[in-house]
C-alpha cells in the first residue's frame, strides 16, 4: 500500500469548511484512498472514499487531485463535533486471506480542532 | 441494530494472567479485524478473518491467538498478559465486498500490571 504523509494537526473555526490535505505521491493505479476519522477513545468512523473522481457525501467531500498524488478532505461546516483524528489511507481493494482480508493500515493522521 | 460491540470496556489483569475479548457483530458480515492502538499512534492489525472457521495473522500477531467460531463472533485471547500488551483494543467487521467499509466496535481498554 502507498504511503501517506499528512500534518500532524489542523485548527479550523467553527462553522468554516475544514480542508484536509493528504500527500500519496506513490499511490499505484489501483488504489483507493480512503478516509477514516477518531473522535477521542471511540472507534474509527468511515467518511468517504475513491479512486480518480472526486466523491461526495453526506459527511464530507473527497478531491482527488487529477496525477492521484494527493487529496484533499473537505468539510463544509465544521462542527465541534468534528474534532477529531483524521486518517488518510491509500491501498488496493485486496479480498481473502491471500490478498491480506483488504485490511487498513492507519498512520498517525491529523489531528483535527474546531474551535468557536 | 447493535452493529459492532466488544466486551469487557475495561478490563485490568496482572502479568501472566490469561483472559478473552470478545467481538460480535449483527451486520452478518464475513470479515472481521482485531486491531491494537498504543498511546499517539495510529491503530495496528493484530489478526482478522474472512470468514467463520478461518483467521489469519496481522501486522502484530505475537501473544495473541484468535477464533471465528460463528460468523457473528471473533474472540481474541491473551494466554499469558505481559504488561506490552496494555493498550486499547478494536475490533471491526466488513461485509468483504466493495467498497468494502469497515465498521469499528467502542474498543476494550486493557491495562497489564
Known amino acids: 500500500d502507498a504511503k501517506t504523509t499528512q500534518p500532524t494537526s489542523m485548527d479550523c473555526a467553527e462553522g468554516r469548511a475544514a480542508n484536509l490535505p493528504c500527500n500519496h505521491s506513490?499511490?499505484?493505479?489501483?488504489?483507493?484512498v480512503y478516509w477514516y476519522r477518531q473522535i477521542h477513545s471511540q472507534g474509527p468512523q468511515y467518511i468517504i472514499h475513491?479512486?480518480?473522481n472526486n466523491e461526495t457525501n453526506e459527511m464530507a467531500s473527497l478531491i482527488i487531485t487529477e496525477d492521484r498524488k494527493s487529496s484533499t478532505l473537505i468539510l463544509p461546516h465544521a462542527t465541534l463535533r468534528d474534532t477529531a483524528v483524521y486518517y488518510c489511507?491509500?491501498?488496493?481493494?485486496?479480498?481473502?486471506?491471500?490478498?491480506?482480508?483488504?485490511?487498513?493500515?492507519f498512520g498517525t493522521g491529523t489531528q483535527l480542532k474546531v474551535e468557536l | 441494530n447493535a452493529g459492532v460491540t466488544q466486551t469487557p470496556k475495561f478490563r485490568v489483569l496482572k502479568t501472566g494472567q490469561s483472559m478473552t475479548l470478545l467481538c460480535a457483530q449483527d451486520?452478518?458480515?464475513?470479515?472481521m479485524y482485531w486491531y491494537r492502538q498504543d498511546p499517539g499512534m495510529g491503530l495496528r492489525l493484530i489478526h482478522y478473518?474472512?470468514?467463520?472457521?478461518?483467521?489469519a495473522k496481522g501486522e502484530v500477531p505475537d501473544g495473541y491467538n484468535v477464533s471465528r467460531l460463528k460468523k457473528q463472533n471473533f474472540l481474541l485471547g491473551l494466554e499469558s498478559a505481559a504488561p506490552s500488551q496494555t493498550s486499547v483494543y478494536f475490533c471491526?467487521?466488513?461485509?468483504?465486498?466493495?467498497?468494502?467499509?469497515?465498521?469499528f466496535g467502542p474498543g476494550t481498554r486493557l491495562t497489564v500490571l
Open positions: 475513491g479512486l480518480k
Open positions: 489511507i491509500v491501498r488496493v481493494t485486496e479480498y481473502g486471506v491471500t490478498g491480506g482480508g483488504n485490511k487498513l493500515t
Open positions: 506513490t499511490i499505484s493505479g489501483n488504489e483507493y
Open positions: 471491526a467487521s466488513a461485509m468483504g465486498l466493495a467498497p468494502d467499509t469497515q465498521y
Open positions: 478473518s474472512v470468514g467463520e472457521g478461518t483467521t
Open positions: 451486520m452478518n458480515h464475513e470479515y
